[in-house]
């Protein structure tokens, strides 16, 4: 059934009404960022800004990485071996978290986002290209979401690039300390988005058939 575009920004719209609940745990890695910062820059004084920016960013990312660890691993685990599957999840954790620690400016930690978007949006866009739906089929495993992976995998990657054109554009436009409040609420904002996008392609699946 054909659905004009104000149908489908209306439908979109709609699906933001109404969110259940959202978990503790999305809020939790930018509450870290927020305390963390103004404490650390009291403690180490006006002239190490870049420092205690880029510790409580360090803070922050590994409560993140390691909330959701456990979900990466057992996403790896439907492509990889248990053993691969432990080693990349290792590698993808601990890479940015030493990026991080090795430097005192804000800009590597606000392009560290942007780095997470692309490999993302990278990884669905090769499954486009290929015709493979493996990697929604491991963030989405139930049954009845079978028959949506196809759009799904393509609507991963516009999501992914779309809040990497985000991130960019509020690192050129904010000051960093302004930017630490965009990533607090990100989960949140990321979390709205995408369950809203998700419920607008099934509509439109549900709506082809009738």
Known sequence: ????????????????QDLPPLS??????????????????????PDHNGQAFATAFLAALAVRIGMGFEGMVRRMLTRYSPTQAVILALIFAAAPLAV?????????????????????AGVFLQDVLNGRTATAASFWPDEEMREHLPNLTKMMVVYNFGFLLLNETMIRVVEPSHWLLFWAVLP???????????LTVINLDAGHKA
């Open 24 to 45: 503790r745990s999305l809020y939790l890695p930018g509450a870290v960022l927020l305390l963390g910062y103004p404490v650390l820059s009291v403690l180490l004084g």
């Open 100 to 120: 991080v620690a090795l430097v005192d400016d804000p800009l590597w930690c606000q392009r560290m986002q942007s780095v997470f978007y692309v490999v993302i």
């Open 188 to 198: 949140i904002i990321g979390h709205t988005v995408l369950r809203a996008m998700v």
């Open 1 to 16: 059934m054909y659905r004009s575009p104000l149908d489908l920004v209306r439908i979109f719209l709609s699906l933001f």
